[in-house]
């Protein structure tokens, strides 16, 4: 069996299954799979900078 997280990001918009959770969401906002504990399965939020520094604000979009 495949327990998918059912987190997707597309078109500048978070849906948790199926019900949108952020809209205006970065293009350097992305989704990143990450493998849980037994059958449960998630994901990172992260975001692409194009300097490094030791910190970053970066917005994620508005929630809704």
Known sequence: MTITSGVTLA???????HKRVLSGVPE????????????????????LCSEPKSRHVVPLGTLE
């Open 28 to 47: 350097n906002v992305l989704l990143t799979s990450a493998s849980g504990i037994g059958h449960a399965e998630g994901v990172f939020i992260g975001a």
């Open 11 to 17: 078109d500048g918009q978070l849906f948790v299954r």
